[in-house]
């Protein structure tokens, strides 16, 4: 199996991420997070390290079959791990900004 070497030049974020990258530098109290974090052979939308949790904003494509197959590989992988992850469907977050946002702070937890 090939891995993909890492690279450190940044992936643009999706509209989806940039807006959620802002509600977590408005609304989170633990703001020390990266983007785009490698992990084995997957990389996580967002992830806080000094607590091993990660979210992952999820669009539309992630409805199709096999997106939600690679989806449960990585959220398999990460849990053999030690991380948690937390997935949060872009259209619900759109709709519901403030009530997800909640959520995921909550996931996240207080500064340490």
């Known amino acids: 199996m090939k891995y993909r070497k890492y690279s450190r030049k940044k992936i643009k974020p999706s ?6 990258r802002k509600g977590i530098l408005w609304k989170f109290r633990d703001k020390r ?5 490698p992990i084995g052979v997957y ?16 669009s539309k494509a992630h409805l199709k079959k096999d997106y939600k ?3 449960k590989r990585k959220d398999k992988f990460l849990k053999e791990n030690g991380w948690k992850i937390l997935r949060i ?10 009530q997800y946002l909640k959520k995921a702070d909550a996931f996240i937890g207080p500064k340490i």
């Open 43 to 58: 990389f996580a939308d967002f992830a806080w390290i000094h607590k091993k949790k990660v979210i992952e904003i999820d």
């Open 89 to 98: 469907e872009w259209i619900k977050l759109r709709r519901r900004p403030q």
């Open 69 to 71: 197959a690679r989806d």
């Open 33 to 37: 997070f990266v983007r785009e974090h």
């Open 15 to 20: 509209y989806a991420e940039a807006f959620f």
